[in-house]
């Protein structure tokens, strides 16, 4: 669990990260990030908070998929109360524009070299997760599909998107935590 200053992300792990199947291909869970109003809008309308999950997709080397749901204020997230008050605090650590590129998933790193920034924070939250608890009951079948890019720079243009329809809910506490972390 790590806190980018810009996002709250959790990174895939062990020897089984998550898999992904959509209309015949597959995907690998990488990490999900958090969007403090949503990055999407349905309608017109932003929802309080969304999470994307990034997945590389198997046997498609520099190609991605995009696990994305919508939360709006209702019941408490069972999934977010596993690591909601592990959130790590805000970097404190800022660089300027000049100093920063990004890799091909969004993560920044030095423009002088390969490693990524040191201003991060980490939480001691390590797991574990079940990632299904994300998504709840809402059905899986009932999602947006789209062509996009990445939303970071490079904003690389290799990644399907599967935004699903249903919201699932977090409790109003669960979403102040996030501006609180951001």
Not at 12 to 29: D, F, H, I, R
Not at 49 to 77: M, N, P, R, W
Not at 109 to 127: I, K
Request: aromatic share 12%; net charge negative.
């Amino acid at each position: 669990l790590i806190n980018k200053g810009h996002t709250v992300q959790l990174i895939a792990g062990g020897s089984e990260p998550g898999k992904m199947t959509v209309a015949g291909s597959s995907y690998t869970l990488l990490q999900c990030h958090f969007r403090y109003g949503s990055e999407h809008t349905v309608g017109g309308r932003q929802y309080p908070l969304e999470a994307q999950c990034l997945h590389s997709k198997d046997g498609h080397t520099g190609e991605y998929g995009v696990f994305g749901v919508f939360f709006e204020i209702g019941a408490e997230s069972a999934f977010l109360a596993k690591f909601i008050h592990d959130l790590p605090a805000q970097p404190s650590r800022r660089v300027s524009a000049g100093e920063v590129s990004f890799s091909l998933t969004g993560n920044p790193m030095r423009n002088a070299a390969t490693r990524g920034l040191a201003g991060w924070t980490l939480s001691s939250y390590t797991g574990p997760l079940d990632f299904k608890q994300l998504y709840g009951n809402i059905p899986l079948t009932h999602y947006w599909n789209y062509f996009g890019s990445f939303t970071t720079p490079p904003c690389t243009e290799a990644v399907d998107f599967f935004m699903m329809m249903d919201a699932v809910t977090l409790s109003e506490a669960q979403l102040d935590a996030f501006p609180a972390a951001i």
